[in-house]
């Protein structure tokens, strides 16, 4: 009987050990610079998306105003599914500022087709739904990325 709840035992630390060590995060460290523009802080959300383009997990929003979340009209449409953000949330930034954040990804999803893209939104402006889209490969989170819109660059780097 002994021998069985030994055996049992081993088996469920095995399986958790498992669980645990297929989920490894690494941190990465965010600096945002924003282009010089006129107008209201923007409002960025930084998103995990899979080859197919579709929302996966939303890792940091800039912009505590959950009644301004709706201006980031696709990224909205995923956040309705699922309102609770897990994500850190931060303030918006304004034009030619800088941000400095810091979140996680699962290292199991590099180099397997995803990518950070990171949408943006000012108040009576442009929306810019793929701001910035960075591919999700060692050489891509080692590189600055220009924006096409409110951003100006991305630059992550492993904590």
């Not at 669980?19 to 610079?33: D, G, H």
């Not at 699922?82 to 304004?94: D, E, F, L, Q, Y």
Request: overall charge positive; aromatic content about 12%; charged content about 25%.
């Amino acid at each position: 009987m002994k021998s069985v709840s030994k055996i049992c035992l081993m088996a469920l630390f095995a399986c958790l050990f498992s669980l645990q060590t297929s989920a490894q995060t690494s941190k990465y460290k965010c600096l945002l610079q924003m282009s010089n523009y006129m107008g209201e802080g923007a409002y960025i959300v930084v998103s995990l998306v899979n080859a197919k383009g579709d929302y996966e997990k939303t890792l940091y929003v800039m912009g505590d105003d959950k009644q301004w979340y709706n201006s980031l009209k696709e990224w909205y449409k995923f956040y309705n599914k699922k309102p609770a953000v897990s994500a850190k949330t931060g303030a918006s930034v304004t034009g030619g500022d800088r941000s400095v954040t810091v979140f996680e990804i699962e290292d199991a999803k590099i180099d397997k087709g995803y990518k950070l893209r990171f949408e943006t939104a000012v108040e009576d402006q442009k929306y810019h739904v793929n701001d910035v889209e960075i591919p999700l490969t060692t050489d891509g989170v080692a590189t600055k990325t220009e924006g096409k819109g409110y951003i100006r660059y991305v630059k992550l780097n492993k904590v």
